[in-house]
Structure formats: structure tokens, C-alpha cells
């Protein structure tokens, strides 16, 4: 079972280590605190948040 797992845990390694792979996931992570920033925003102001949609973050969009 032991070198069944291992076998797993590399081949899981070995699909996710492609550098887009990992800036995709920290898009999406990013997209999300966003999104849950902008729906606390409009919580607290009933109003509404920013809503302009600019990227101003910096992360290179490809």
C-alpha cells in the first residue's frame, strides 16, 4: 500500500509542477479574495463596493 501511495504522490507532483499550472491556481485564488473582498465591501456600505474591474495587481496575465 505504502509504495502504491508513493507512486501516487509523485505522479501527482509530476502533473502539477508546470509553472502556468501554478499561476493559474494563484489567479483563481487571487479572483476569489477579490470577490469576497468586494461582497464584504458591499455588506458593510449597502451601497457597493469598487466595481471599476481594473487589474492593478501586477500578476502577468498571459
Not at 468586494?38 to 451601497?47: C, D, E, S, V, Y
Amino acid at each position: 500500500m505504502k509504495p502504491i501511495l508513493l507512486i501516487a504522490l509523485a505522479t501527482a507532483i509530476v502533473l502539477t509542477s508546470s509553472c502556468n499550472t501554478f499561476i493559474g491556481m494563484g489567479r483563481d485564488l487571487r479572483l476569489t479574495g477579490e470577490g469576497m473582498e468586494k461582497t464584504a465591501g458591499k455588506a458593510q456600505t449597502k451601497g457597493g463596493a469598487n466595481t471599476s474591474g481594473a487589474d492593478n495587481s501586477g500578476v502577468p496575465v498571459y
